[in-house]
T-cell receptor
């Protein structure tokens, strides 16, 4: 019930392309879905987050798409750049609960 | 603000030794989290505090692990005795009443 499944485990995208990372959850009590970005040797940092009252949230080149009925959400990185190469984690938590359940991570590599 | 501060950044110790990891949360944040990150298990929440009080320690792997938060600006995670399987990167994170957690740079622990 608490698990968040993330795919793919690794992803290679050409510079300028679209990177797509998917997550699925089971717990219908989840209502906050952040994405974290982690560079080697650093801690995860919040990239963008969404609540289920909207189906999409966009911040610059980063977009979260949310499908409440399917219990899925995804991160889209438009015009992917080499500087986007990092590990990305989706996460989820129920309202008022401080415990984040993290996905297993996706290692994204952007090649020239 | 300097962000979440963790020390040491790297720790190498021998099996059986006591290890103490330290964390200074962002000033004004009232929640503090300790995570462990490994290749096999990803990011795992070990314990978190609200207003210096431990709320949920269900992620602490065993009695060898203990955590304290004597005041709002300092927390420790202690492993005694340490074992090779404790080798991991340990992250501290803090937050305010909002949902975003800010992670520190982590402590890379190697137990020989």
């Amino acid at each position: 019930q608490q698990q968040v499944k993330q795919s793919p485990q690794s992803l290679i995208v050409q510079k300028g392309g679209i990177s797509i990372i998917n997550c699925a959850y089971e717990n219908t009590a989840f209502d906050y879905f952040p994405w974290y970005q982690q560079f080697p040797g650093k801690g995860p940092a919040l990239l963008i987050a969404i609540r289920p009252d909207v189906s999409e949230k966009k911040e610059g080149r980063f977009t979260i798409s949310f499908n409440k009925s399917a219990k899925q959400f995804s991160l889209h990185i438009m015009d992917s750049q080499p500087g986007d190469s990092a590990t990305y984690f989706c996460a989820a938590t129920p309202f008022g609960n401080e415990k984040l359940t993290f996905g297993t991570g996706t290692r994204l590599t952007i090649i020239p | 603000d300097a962000g979440v501060i963790q020390s040491p950044r790297h720790e190498v110790t021998e099996m059986g030794q006591e290890v103490t990891l330290r964390c200074k949360p962002i000033s004004g944040h009232n929640s503090l989290f300790w995570y462990r990150q490994t290749m096999m298990r990803g990011l795992e929440l070990l314990i978190y505090f609200n207003n210096n009080v431990p709320i949920d320690d269900s992620g602490m792997p065993e009695d060898r692990f203990s955590a304290k938060m004597p005041n709002a600006s300092f927390s420790t995670l202690k492993i005694q005795p340490s074992e090779p399987r404790d080798s991991a990167v340990y992250f501290c994170a803090s937050r305010t009443y909002r949902d975003e957690q800010f992670f520190g740079p982590g402590t890379r622990l190697t137990v020989l």
